[in-house]
C-alpha cells in the first residue's frame, strides 16, 4: 500500500469515529492538595467535540485520497483521466 492509501484509510477511521461518537472523552488526574506528605487528586473529565460536518468532511477527503472520488481539488471540476 502507498501512503495515499493508507493516510485514505486513516480518514476513514477518523470520518466514521467523528460521526459515531460526535466527540472524544477523556480523564486525568489533578492535584489539589499538596502540603508535605498530604497529597489528593481529584479526577476531571474533558470532552473534545467533533462536530459531524468535520466527519463528514473526513469521509469526502478519503474518498478523494484513496483514488474512488475523481474530482480535482483546486477547482472542484472533474480530474483529467491518468
Not at 476513514?12 to 489533578?30: E, L, N, S
Not at 506528605?37 to 462536530?51: C, D, G, H, N, S
Request: aromatic fraction near 4%; glycine fraction near 10%.
Amino acid at each position: 500500500m502507498n501512503l495515499q492509501r493508507i493516510l485514505g484509510l486513516v480518514l476513514i477511521v477518523f470520518g466514521v469515529v467523528a460521526m459515531a461518537y460526535q466527540g472524544i472523552t477523556y480523564t486525568y488526574r489533578k492535584k489539589v492538595i499538596d502540603i508535605g506528605p498530604v497529597q489528593a487528586t481529584k479526577k476531571e473529565q474533558r470532552t473534545i467535540p467533533l462536530p459531524p460536518i468535520l466527519g463528514g468532511a473526513a469521509l469526502a477527503r478519503s474518498a478523494r485520497q484513496t483514488g474512488r472520488l475523481p474530482i480535482s481539488p483546486r477547482t472542484g471540476s472533474p480530474a483529467p483521466p491518468s
